[in-house]
């Protein structure tokens, strides 16, 4: 038995020797130790058991694919491939082919702006299942009592009671997917009874230039804004619609200058 203050010198000596003495008493024990290496050629052909390889070229296995956008508040909106396995949305790769897509109007980038994405799209779907997502829809309290009070016009009286002066402070409420659409087309429908709109298509427009209304500056940089009139025409190209720029205009505290 080791005594209990022993140099750590004198440790190691009796660990040694009660090990050599334990080798010399089991003579296949102490020859295994000086047994030669198996000669082996090819390493990959006489290795025994290799089904864990399998892990590894499995990994990246999949069921299935889809292709979806990303669109994080990054104007890039990259085109991006999706790969499921389980069920489970696993990973995203770009899917080169940013010259196969274009806008309503036939308008096409180059193959040049292949491959597209970076690694906040192709980490997207740890958000999809991150512990804090968004699971269901929220309406911002004050917003939601403007639209049950029937959108009132924004006064300096109004934009306070509704809280449209602190945005960031309000609460949220959880609300039905139901309600979510009805709050959004509610809103859709106020937009468009404020700006006299029309339900009619529109296929063409034209701007009348009107008087300077508001001049400030943003960063630095001057900036106007001029009461233009659009008016809008319908297929037969008659006139369907007629609405200025001129809206409320609300200026942010700059507490909550980047609040939303
Ligand atoms: S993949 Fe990157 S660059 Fe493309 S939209 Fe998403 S965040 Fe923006």
């Known amino acids: 038995m080791t005594p209990v203050n022993a140099s750590r010198r004198e440790f190691l000596k009796a660990g040694l020797t009660a090990g050599v003495a334990l080798g010399l008493a089991d003579p296949a024990l102490a020859l295994s130790a000086l047994r030669p290496t198996v000669e082996v050629g090819n390493p990959l052909e006489h290795y025994p058991a290799r089904d864990w390889e399998r892990v590894y070229r499995d990994q990246y296995r999949y069921d299935g694919s889809f292709t979806w956008v990303c669109s994080p508040n990054c104007t890039h909106e990259c085109r991006l491939r999706g790969f499921v396995r389980n069920g489970v949305f696993l990973r995203s790769e770009q899917n080169y082919d940013s010259h196969r897509i274009g806008d309503l109007h036939g308008n096409r980038a180059s193959v040049a702006w292949n491959p ?3 690694l906040n799209g192709f980490t997207f779907q740890r958000r999809v ?6 699971r269901y829809p929220l309406i911002r309290k004050g917003w939601k ?3 049950d009070d029937g959108f009132p016009e924004l006064t300096p009286e109004t934009l306070s009671r509704y809280k449209f002066d602190a945005r960031g402070q309000d609460e949220l409420l959880r609300a039905t997917w139901d309600e979510a659409y009805t ?7 106020a937009i ?8 009619t298509m529109l296929f063409r427009y034209e701007i009348k230039e009107g008087p300077k209304v508001h ?8 900036w106007a804004m001029y009461n233009d009139t659009v ?3 319908d297929r037969a190209g008659r006139e369907a619609v007629r609405v200025t720029v001129e809206e409320p205009i609300h200026v942010r505290s700059a507490q909550y200058a980047n609040s939303i």
């Open 116 to 118: 597209r994405g970076c």
């Open 129 to 134: 299942y991150g512990p804090y997502r968004l």
């Open 145 to 147: 009592r403007w639209a």
């Open 183 to 189: 709050y959004a087309a509610k809103g859709m429908i």
């Open 192 to 199: 468009a009874q404020l700006f006299r709109s029309t339900q």
């Open 215 to 222: 001049e400030t500056e943003i960063n630095g940089t001057p």
């Open 231 to 233: 008016i809008g025409y």
